[in-house]
Each structure stands twice: as structure tokens, then as C-alpha cells.
Nanobody, 125 residues
Framework: QVQLVESGGGLVQTGGSLRLSCAAS????????VGWFRQAPGKEREAVAA????????YYSDSVKGRFTISRDNAKNMLFLQMNSLKPNDSALYYC??????????????????WGQGTQVTVSS
């Protein structure tokens, strides 16, 4: 049982940076897959980045590779997404999510069980 709360969204200009945070309560992330997903109006929810908590296997979508970095703090049981060189197409509601890990890192939204409320990211020109 995990409760997730995101923060750090906001309005930035093209080329700017934001760092999103996700705080977990209920249980430690150890043994979980955790990830960031985003959903823009009229679009399906898509994976941005994910990490296997203990092994540190990572996934990044092609559209954010080289610009976004997923990381975690074991002591604080928190997940982060550093977003640099932001573009208007990055504008979306960003969610953190978690699932109990099994044999591979999962990257599809329907495979995740626990979700935060979302934090809005808007990138203007």
C-alpha cells in the first residue's frame, strides 16, 4: 500500500528547467518499479521515465532522452525528475506511479497500481 504526492510543476519558458518531486508514504519503495508519466489534453497517458528502485535499471522515452533525468533518494523515500531544455510539447499533467516489481522494469501506464494526483507543467514560448 503506497500513497504518492507530486510537487514541483509550474510555468516555464522554452529552454527552462523544472525538478519534480514525488513523496511516498505507507511503504518504502524498495522492491518497486517507480516512474513518471504525463498526459496532455486529448492524448493518452505515456511513460516519461522509470526506474527499478534497487537495481537502478532505467527507462526514458525517446522524446526526453538527454534532457530529463530520473533519480531517487533512498533515505527520504523520494523520487525526482529533473527536466532541462523544456519544450512546449512537454506541457502536460505529470504523475508519479509505482508498482510491485517482478522480473522486468515495466513502462506502460496500465501496469502501474499506485498513482499520485498529478502536477501541471506548462512550457510557453
Amino acid at each position: 500500500q503506497v500513497q504518492l504526492v507530486e510537487s514541483g510543476g509550474g510555468l516555464v519558458q522554452t529552454g527552462g528547467s523544472l525538478r519534480l518531486s514525488c513523496a511516498a508514504s505507507g511503504r518504502a519503495f524498495s522492491g518497486y518499479d517507480v516512474g513518471w508519466f504525463r498526459q496532455a489534453p486529448g492524448k493518452e497517458r505515456e511513460a516519461v521515465a522509470a526506474i527499478r528502485w534497487v537495481e537502478s535499471n532505467t527507462y526514458y522515452s525517446d522524446s526526453v532522452k538527454g534532457r530529463f533525468t530520473i533519480s531517487r533518494d533512498n533515505a527520504k523515500n523520494m523520487l525526482f525528475l529533473q527536466m532541462n531544455s523544456l519544450k512546449p510539447n512537454d506541457s502536460a499533467l505529470y504523475y508519479c506511479a509505482a508498482r510491485i516489481g517482478d522480473w522486468r522494469l515495466r513502462i506502460h501506464a496500465p501496469e502501474y497500481d499506485y498513482w499520485g494526483q498529478g502536477t501541471q507543467v506548462t512550457v510557453s514560448s
